[in-house]
């Protein structure tokens, strides 16, 4: 096996340079040549060309000191008995390349009042610190956020060294041809006031201080061409509109309790896997609370089971609830229901109403007033 790095060595003698040109007539090449004191060089050759070299200088009188591993061979030289050295430079090679193959950080940028869902999602898709690189393809990762999320322009995911960046662009995205999808108008998703309509392709049918409703169009997938006509297009644009979200939230304000009349029926029962035995009728109550306690006999192979029952009439008691009470833990579930519908909505507004229905259900509605885009595309 050819022995490869690097060794330094001296050279002492008369007429250094004859023996120099007499090394490169043998094709050897000094590396790294220096003169030291008088009629004396080191340099560095590989340890073949040392060997040669060696008889090459011998034959002509010249004195070649011991040859001494530099760089790569003499660290080899040195420690290649250390086997725990070399164990642990393996091992922390390999966990400096399987660090390197796993996400340690999922950065998001610009998501704007898209970064709470953007999360929540990317916690759906199990893309989170500690996944390795290879189970997130890029391209199906940046379609499936593009698809959830239609208001954004278009989103960027890469990485950078162990961190995935994931670059957000808010708008409206524009198609790379204008009639791509077919020709089609703009429409509001949903009632709202409209604030301002931002046309990027076709025919405004609504104008700013508007209200519009669920459906309504507005924008017209139309222009007009150079000769006149109406030509067919695909709409495009951007409504913001003020839209108001509620969520209503029912509670009865009545408590029913039972209350013991002081009647108990006892009913005791034997069952095993082909024999079952009763002692005592089940009473006819109406309202009752019941105890059971049951009892093991015998073991797997055959088990048997002794089963007793205590069946405590009861009437039921109407009352009614703390008023304070039910209005605050109704506030809170509308509350929380809205606050999950406008995850990535900016709230203008907020306000809670509370009313009672037929004497005895409460009824707390949670209102928001938001801005959002409400432009969606219907095709032709």
Same mark, same amino acid.
């Given at each position: 096996?050819?022995?490869?790095? @690097?060794?330094? +060595?001296?050279?002492?003698?008369?007429?250094?340079?004859?023996?120099?040109?007499?090394?490169?007539?043998?094709?050897?090449?000094?590396?790294? *040549?220096?003169?030291?004191?008088?009629?004396?060089?080191?340099?560095?050759?590989?340890?073949?060309?040392?060997?040669? +070299?060696?008889?090459?200088?011998?034959?002509?009188? +010249?004195?070649?000191?011991?040859?001494?591993?530099?760089?790569?061979?003499?660290?080899?030289?040195?420690?290649?008995?250390? #086997?725990?050295?070399?164990?642990?430079?393996?091992?922390?090679?390999?966990?400096?390349?399987?660090?390197?193959?796993?996400?340690?950080?999922?950065?998001?940028?610009?998501?704007?009042?898209? !970064?709470? %869902?953007?999360?929540?999602?990317?916690?759906?898709?199990?893309?989170?610190?500690?996944?390795?690189?290879? $189970?997130?393809?890029?391209?199906?990762?940046?379609?499936?956020?593009?698809?959830?999320?239609?208001?954004?322009?278009?989103?960027?995911?890469?990485?950078?060294?162990?961190?995935?960046?994931?670059? *957000?662009?808010?708008?409206?995205?524009?198609?790379?041809?204008? /009639?791509?999808?077919?020709?089609?108008? &703009?429409?509001?998703?949903?009632?709202?006031?409209?604030?301002? !309509?931002?046309?990027?392709?076709? =025919?405004?049918?609504?104008?700013?201080? $508007?209200?519009?409703?669920?459906?309504?169009?507005?924008?017209?997938?139309?222009?007009?061409?150079?000769?006149?006509?109406? &030509?067919?297009?695909?709409?495009?644009?951007?409504?913001?509109?003020? *839209? #108001?979200?509620?969520?209503?939230?029912?509670?009865? *304000?009545?408590?029913?309790? =039972?209350?013991?009349?002081?009647?108990?029926?006892?009913?005791?029962?034997?069952?095993?896997?082909?024999?079952? #035995?009763?002692?005592? %009728?089940?009473?006819?109550?109406?309202?009752?609370?019941?105890?059971?306690?049951?009892?093991?006999?015998?073991?797997?192979?055959?088990? &048997?089971?002794?089963?007793?029952?205590?069946?405590?009439?009861?009437?039921?008691?109407?009352?009614?609830?703390?008023?304070?009470? &039910?209005?605050?833990?109704?506030?809170?579930?509308?509350?929380?229901? !809205?606050? $999950?519908?406008?995850?990535? /909505?900016?709230?203008?507004?907020?306000?809670?109403? +509370?009313?009672?229905?037929?004497?005895?259900?409460?009824?707390?509605?949670? @209102?928001? %007033?938001?801005?959002? /885009?409400?432009?969606?595309?219907?095709?032709?």
């Amino acid at each position: 096996m050819k022995k490869r790095g @690097t060794v330094r +060595f001296q050279v002492s003698g008369l007429s250094m340079e004859r023996l120099m040109n007499e090394a490169c007539r043998h094709e050897i090449r000094l590396k790294n *040549v220096k003169r030291g004191k008088y009629r004396e060089i080191t340099a560095c050759l590989t340890p073949e060309e040392y060997g040669s +070299f060696c008889g090459i200088a011998q034959e002509k009188g +010249f004195h070649v000191g011991k040859a001494e591993p530099v760089g790569a061979l003499r660290i080899w030289e040195r420690d290649k008995k250390r #086997w725990g050295l070399w164990a642990g430079l393996c091992i922390a090679a390999a966990l400096l390349i399987f660090a390197l193959s796993m996400i340690w950080e999922v950065r998001i940028e610009n998501a704007g009042p898209y !970064l709470g %869902e953007i999360k929540a999602y990317l916690q759906e898709l199990g893309v989170r610190p500690g996944v390795r690189r290879d $189970q997130i393809p890029l391209s199906q990762l940046q379609d499936n956020l593009e698809w959830r999320f239609p208001r954004i322009k278009w989103i960027r995911a890469e990485y950078a060294g162990t961190t995935l960046k994931i670059r *957000v662009e808010e708008g409206t995205p524009p198609p790379l041809i204008a /009639d791509q999808g077919g020709a089609g108008d &703009v429409i509001a998703g949903e009632d709202g006031l409209l604030l301002r !309509l931002n046309t990027f392709a076709g =025919t405004p049918a609504a104008k700013a201080g $508007q209200w519009v409703r669920a459906g309504q169009v507005l924008i017209r997938g139309e222009e007009r061409g150079q000769n006149g006509e109406l &030509v067919p297009v695909k709409a495009r644009g951007e409504a913001i509109a003020r *839209v #108001w979200i509620s969520r209503r939230v029912q509670m009865d *304000v009545r408590e029913y309790k =039972t209350v013991p009349t002081g009647e108990n029926a006892i009913v005791r029962e034997i069952s095993a896997p082909f024999f079952h #035995w009763m002692r005592g %009728e089940k009473p006819d109550y109406q309202t009752f609370d019941l105890e059971r306690t049951v009892t093991p006999v015998i073991g797997v192979w055959f088990p &048997v089971t002794l089963i007793r029952d205590i069946f405590m009439e009861a009437d039921t008691l109407v009352t009614q609830r703390d008023l304070d009470a &039910v209005r605050r833990e109704a506030g809170e579930s509308a509350w929380l229901q !809205l606050k $999950q519908a406008l995850i990535a /909505d900016e709230i203008v507004d907020k306000w809670m109403n +509370f009313s009672i229905i037929e004497e005895d259900t409460m009824v707390a509605t949670a @209102t928001a %007033e938001v801005r959002r /885009d409400i432009a969606r595309y219907r095709k032709e």
